[in-house]
């Protein structure tokens, strides 16, 4: 069974920094893409990050780039996000998703991830 587990998530004043974690198990997921997604209350779900699966190529939605950085570590399954100078618009929950390919073109669509985490709870004060 296909698991992924996210963790990192919490509670940090505007201005902080999380550093997400997703870890995958029942297969491997080495040498495919995947992504960070976040859904804040009464949102729809919207892309943040995505990685390529030779961890070489990353994308981010333009309100992340400098402050946010999407990396992976293939030998042990993990997908990282650590995000820094967060800001009250970053409270959501934010899920990993992992793709079947290498490269997803439409990378930021979640509709081509099909492999999902329950999320965890990012909230920013300000």
């Known amino acids: 069974q296909v698991q992924l587990v996210e963790s990192g998530g919490g509670l940090v004043q505007a201005g902080g920094s999380l550093r997400l974690s997703c870890a995958a198990s029942?297969?491997?997921?080495?040498?495919?893409?995947m992504g960070w997604f976040r859904q804040a209350p009464g949102k729809e779900r919207e892309f943040v990050a995505a990685?390529?699966?030779?961890?070489?190529?990353?994308y981010y939605t333009d309100s992340v780039k400098g402050r946010f950085t999407i990396s992976r570590d293939n030998a042990k399954n993990l997908l990282y996000l650590p995000m820094n100078s967060l800001e009250p618009e970053a409270t959501a929950v934010y899920s990993c998703?992992?793709?079947?390919?290498?490269?997803?073109?439409?990378?930021?669509?979640?509709?081509?991830?099909?492999?999902w985490g329950q999320g965890t709870q990012v909230t920013v004060s300000s």
């Open positions: 998703a992992a793709a079947t390919a290498e490269y997803v073109f439409a990378y930021s669509r979640s509709s081509y991830y099909p492999y």
């Open positions: 029942g297969r491997t997921f080495n040498g495919y893409a």
């Open positions: 990685i390529r699966g030779s961890g070489i190529t990353t």
